[in-house]
T-cell receptor, first 109, second 114 residues
Framework: QQQVKQSPQSLIVQKGGISIINCAYE??????FPWYQQFPGKGPALLIA?????SEKKEGRFTISFNKSAKQFSLHIMDSQPGDSATYFC????????FGKGTRLHILP | EAGVTQSPTHLIKTRGQQATLRCSPI?????VYWYQQALGLGLQFLLW???????NRGNFPPRFSGRQFPNYSSELNVNALELEDSALYLC?????????????FGPGTRLTVL
């Protein structure tokens, strides 16, 4: 019940395409859902986050879609660029972030 | 504003030894979190300290312990090191107790156990 399941494990997208990463959770007590971006050799950096009372949040090319009834949320990266190539983690909070296992995204130039 | 800092960057130990990892939070942040990032396992929550107290711990054995100092910096100790403890250990901080939002991560300490 504490898990956050993330898919896919890896993703290859052409430059300019849309990258979509999905996460699902079970615990309805989670109240904050961030996405983190991690480059090799660096710690994760907060990218965008959403609360369950909102169905969508957009910041630049990054959008979170949240489906409370399905207990799913997803990250969409529009106009994907080679600089977006990184590992992305979804997470949910309950006294410490519970992370998904990550998606390694590679954008082809 | 300086970010979260961690030391050392790399640490090599042998099985059975003890490791001490250090973290300095962003100025003004009182909460410090520790995570383990092992290959293929994602990030696992280890410990949460706030105002000098341990507030919560993840599903790790007692040989993982730590403390938070009056200046809010923190130390993670791993006793009786095992090979599977090899991982990147990440520290994160945020401004206030009870708020799990917007955790800011340091670059991590890469621990290798031989």
């Amino acid at each position: 019940q504490q898990q956050v399941k993330q898919s896919p494990q890896s993703l290859i997208v052409q430059k300019g395409g849309i990258s979509i990463i999905n996460c699902a959770y079970e615990n309805t007590a989670f109240d904050y859902f961030p996405w983190y971006q991690q480059f090799p050799g660096k710690g994760p950096a907060l990218l965008i986050a959403i609360r369950p009372d909102v169905s969508e949040k957009k910041e630049g090319r990054f959008t979170i879609s949240f489906n409370k009834s399905a207990k799913q949320f997803s990250l969409h990266i529009m106009d994907s660029q080679p600089g977006d190539s990184a590992t992305y983690f979804c997470a949910a909070t309950i006294q410490g972030l519970i992370f998904g296992k990550g998606t390694r995204l590679h954008i082809l130039p | 504003e300086a970010g979260v800092t961690q030391s050392p960057t790399h640490l090599i130990k042998t099985r059975g030894q003890q490791a001490t990892l250090r973290c300095s939070p962003i100025s003004g942040h009182t909460s410090v979190y520790w995570y383990q990032q092992a290959l293929g396992l994602g990030l696992q929550f280890l410990l949460w300290y706030d105002e000098g107290e341990e507030r919560n711990r993840g599903n790790f054995p007692p040989r993982f312990s730590g403390r938070q100092f009056p200046n809010y910096s923190s130390e993670l100790n791993v006793n009786a090191l095992e090979l599977e403890d090899s991982a990147l250990y990440l520290c994160a901080s945020n401004p206030s107790s009870g708020s799990y939002n917007e955790q800011f991560f340091g670059p991590g300490t890469r621990l290798t156990v031989l």
